[in-house]
């Protein structure tokens, strides 16, 4: 595989952001055990249901934009905090940045999560959000969008996410080098799903990005991870 990578863009929960925090604070909201939010999170998963069937699951008049005005009014605001980054993200995004690539992120989120990202010295060029935009993955718009935020050739981008529904299968086929992040939730009950197949290369964590890149740490036309 030939490429000339000029820009990587990151999905945003469990590949820059763990998200475990925050699910264990909707559990104890909910108030249930986390490992039974646990269950139900693989058992949506697996069955390719949004993840906030999950919740509703435990709690059958679940609403999620209801639930997170009355955190916000109890003082537990569903958010992103700074102790969430992955210890992996900025060093990696740092090299990314000192080879003259540009960096994006851009995820299923909220407004907020941009606004976050904008402020937590990661070197990034782009950030978006799927509510900002006003379309989510595995909507090829959303790829669409990316493409054109970051101002580059499909084929000169690269896009990293632990999702192979809504990241690896969708980026592929809008023309990116996608690469499959193996780690967290989706990863554990996902990994065995034939769009592993479309992945440039796979990786366990950020630290593995760079020379796994195309024309990067190795040389251009290595074969495809497994």
């Not at 210890?87 to 080879?99: F, G, N």
């Not at 989510?136 to 969008?145: G, N, Q, S, V």
């Not at 195309?214 to 036309?221: A, D, H």
Request: a negative charge.
């Amino acid at each position: 595989m030939s490429l000339r990578v000029e820009g990587v863009v990151f999905d945003v929960g469990y590949t820059l952001i763990d998200e475990t925090r925050r699910w264990r604070e909707w559990a104890e909201w909910l108030a249930v055990e986390p490992e039974e939010l646990w269950a139900s999170m693989r058992s949506v998963i697996a069955e390719g249901v949004h993840h906030s069937e999950a919740l509703k699951r435990l709690h059958p008049r679940f609403g999620l934009e209801k639930a997170r005005a009355d955190r916000e009014r109890a003082g537990r605001r569903d958010e992103f905090l700074a102790v969430d980054i992955y210890p992996d993200a900025s060093p990696c995004i740092a090299r990314l940045k000192a080879a003259g690539l540009k960096t994006g992120a851009a995820g299923n989120m909220s407004a907020d999560g941009e606004r976050f990202l904008a402020g937590s010295g990661l070197e990034l060029d782009m950030i978006a959000s799927s509510q900002r935009w006003g379309v989510e993955k595995p909507d090829p718009m959303f790829f669409d969008r990316v493409i054109e935020a970051m101002g580059l050739p499909a084929d000169q981008l690269v896009y990293v996410g632990d999702r192979l529904d809504n990241d690896v299968g969708p980026s592929a086929a809008a023309g990116m080098c996608a690469i499959y992040l193996r780690r967290a939730l989706w990863a554990e009950v996902m990994s065995d799903r034939p769009e592993a197949a479309s992945a440039y290369a796979v990786i366990d964590s950020l630290d593995e990005l760079p020379a796994a890149l195309p024309g990067f740490g190795r040389e251009t036309g290595s074969s495809k991870e497994q």
